[in-house]
C-alpha cells in the first residue's frame, strides 16, 4: 500500500480523448489529483466525477482512471461533460490500479483510491475506500487547500 511520501508509480495510458497521458507529463509543472472509480456511468462513480466536474480546480490537475476501454470513457465524458483526462487502465489489465495498491481482484476493478500527488511526484494525500463506499470529498478537498504548506 502506497503511503504519503512515497514517490507515485510512473504510469502512462490511454485517454477517453485520445492520447497516451503519463503522471511524468506534469512533473514540475502542477500537481495532480488522481482518482481510480470502479466503473463509467454507474451511480457512485457519477456522483463523485460529477461533483469533481463542478469543483474548480485551478491549483491542481484532476486525472480518474478506470478499466474501462477507452471508447467508453469517450462517451461518458462526452455525456457527463468532463474536462478533465479519464484514463483507461483496460489493458493489462488493472496494471496501474495494481501499482498504486487498489485493484481488486476478485472484482476485476478499481476501488476508490485518491490520491494527490505534488509537482515533484510525491504522494501527499491518500484515501482508499471499499467497494460501495462513496469517497469523502471534504478529505481532498483539504489535501488540495493545504497543499500549499506541504509544498512551499
Not at 480546480?57 to 486525472?63: K, N, S, T
Not at 481488486?104 to 509537482?119: C, K, N, Q, S
Request: glycine residues 10%.
Amino acid at each position: 500500500m502506497l503511503r504519503v511520501g512515497d514517490p507515485a508509480p510512473h504510469f502512462r495510458l490511454p485517454s477517453a480523448a485520445g492520447p497516451l497521458v503519463a503522471l511524468a507529463d506534469h512533473r514540475g509543472r502542477r500537481p495532480v489529483l488522481l482518482v481510480f472509480y470502479p466503473f463509467a456511468f454507474s451511480p457512485i462513480c457519477t456522483s463523485e466525477l460529477d461533483s469533481m466536474r463542478d469543483h474548480a480546480f485551478e491549483r491542481v490537475q484532476l486525472i480518474a482512471v478506470s478499466c474501462d476501454p477507452k471508447y467508453a470513457l469517450k462517451v461518458f465524458a462526452r455525456e457527463r461533460g468532463y474536462r478533465f483526462p479519464l484514463l483507461s487502465d483496460f489493458w493489462p489489465h488493472g496494471e496501474v490500479a495494481r501499482a498504486f495498491g487498489v485493484f481488486d481482484e476478485p472484482h476485476g476493478m478499481p476501488v476508490r483510491g485518491t490520491f494527490l500527488i505534488d509537482a515533484a511526484g510525491i504522494i501527499r494525500f491518500t484515501e482508499v475506500n471499499d467497494v460501495g463506499d462513496p469517497r469523502d470529498q471534504a478529505g481532498w478537498r483539504a489535501a488540495i487547500a493545504g497543499l500549499g504548506a506541504v509544498t512551499g
